[in-house]
Every structure is written in C-alpha cells, then in structure tokens.
C-alpha cells in the first residue's frame, strides 16, 4: 500500500509539472505575439506625406552638400557643417514620426508645367545644375533672379523645410541673397513673405519658423504652392 500511494503522489507531481510547462509555453506564446502586434510600424516616403516630406528636406539637404564637396569654396567647409546639423536633425524628426531614419528623396521639378517666359530657364537649370547653382548662389539666376517683381516663378515646384532655425527665411539655388519671396500653399490659402538668407538645392527651401506659417498641421511638404518673386 505505501509503495502505490508513493507512486500515486509522483505521477501527480509529473503531471503538475508538465501541465505547468505546458502553461508556460502558452504564455510565453501569447506575450510573444502580443509583443509583436505592438512593435511600431516603419513608413517610408511612399506611404506617408509626412515621411515624404521630411525625405524631401533631407534630400535637398543632401543634395547642397554633394554641391558644395564637388566645388568647394573659402565657406563651403562651414556650410557643409550647418546642413549636416539639420540632416542629423531631420533624421530625428523622421523617427519620431515612424517613419525611416535617413530616408532621402530629392525634390523634382523634371515634370513641371512651361514656366512663363522670363522664367523658362527656372525648370531645369534650378535642379539640373545644382552642383554649381547650389555653390555660387547665383548660377541658374538668368532664368529666376532675373524675373520681374510680383511675377510667379519656379512653376509646379513642392515646397518643404530646411530644417534651420532663426527668423523666418528662405534658401535658394535661383535667386540671390536680399531677394524677397512670396510662398503660398494653395491647400490652406496660407502664405508668408521672406528673404533668400543663403543657397540650397531647390528653388525655394523654408526655414522652421517660415514654414510653421503656411503648413497644414502634421505635413512637411507643400504640394500645391505659388511662389511669387515680390522684391
């Protein structure tokens, strides 16, 4: 009787076991899935405006430092610097907003309608030659600097940030330092007045403060927008 009673009590403790490793398994199963429901999702430029807006500023970014290497002049070392600061910057925004750290897609103006004549030279030479345009600051100007005030240039061209901070400014690879430019988003008839500060790789890249002042909440490219050359 003491030897059935003494095997009675292992075979219940092997079956408390296995039913607890049985258990455990369970729950290690439906963690491990609920962990993987919750893991974040990554967007790329393709799937969101907001990555796409946020690829398209590095992109430019990108882009004025590959002008500025391939020409270098006396400034181009400090310049090099300011823009790889706003890159890193650009690429923290990128993974607070899901989206993929380093993401870059440069800005296109290739499929954008005839500009007007004064500023026909603005389609291509803007973003063609910007290895020069973006050194110089005033190649690719006979085209955009030379356009009359109050006159529509840079036809079709999205608008999106450059990730610097300061005063509401502009940069440009069409038109001087001192030129003044008018920038309306046509998505929320918001617009905002500033002065080409310095060079990039698009016809108009604003500044936080200048973009804050015509975006739609959560975007950071302007799709449909009017730039107006006005002094």
């Not at 004549?117 to 973003?127: I, L, V, W």
């Not at 100007?141 to 450059?162: H, M």
């Not at 015509?214 to 975007?219: Q, S």
């Amino acid at each position: 009787m003491s030897r059935r009673r003494t095997l009675s009590t292992k075979k219940k403790l092997a079956l408390l076991v296995s039913a607890a490793t049985v258990a455990g398994g369970g729950a290690f199963v439906m963690a491990s899935t609920s962990n993987a429901s919750q893991a974040p999702t990554v967007k790329s430029a393709a799937d969101s405006t907001v990555c796409q807006g946020l690829a398209t500023a590095l992109g430019n970014n990108q882009k004025f430092i590959d002008g500025q290497k391939a020409s270098p002049d006396a400034q181009s070392a400090a310049r090099i610097a300011n823009r790889e600061a706003v890159i890193a910057q650009i690429k923290v925004q990128q993974e607070a907003s899901g989206c993929v750290a380093g993401e870059s897609a440069q800005d296109s103006q290739a499929a954008q309608p005839s500009a007007p004549a004064a500023g026909a030279g603005n389609a291509g030479a803007g973003n063609a030659g910007n290895e020069n345009a973006g050194n110089t600051g005033n190649a690719g100007n006979a085209g955009g600097g030379g356009a009359a005030s109050g006159q529509q240039v840079c036809n079709g061209s999205t608008v999106t940030l450059s990730g610097e901070g300061g005063a509401p400014a502009a940069s440009s690879n069409q038109f001087p330092a001192g030129t003044k430019l008018k920038v309306t988003n046509l998505d929320n008839n918001k617009s905002t007045t500033v002065e080409v500060t310095s060079v990039s790789g698009s016809c108009a890249l604003l500044n936080n403060a200048a973009f804050e002042q015509v975006r739609e909440p959560g975007k950071f490219l302007i799709r449909r927008a009017v730039i107006e050359k006005v002094g």
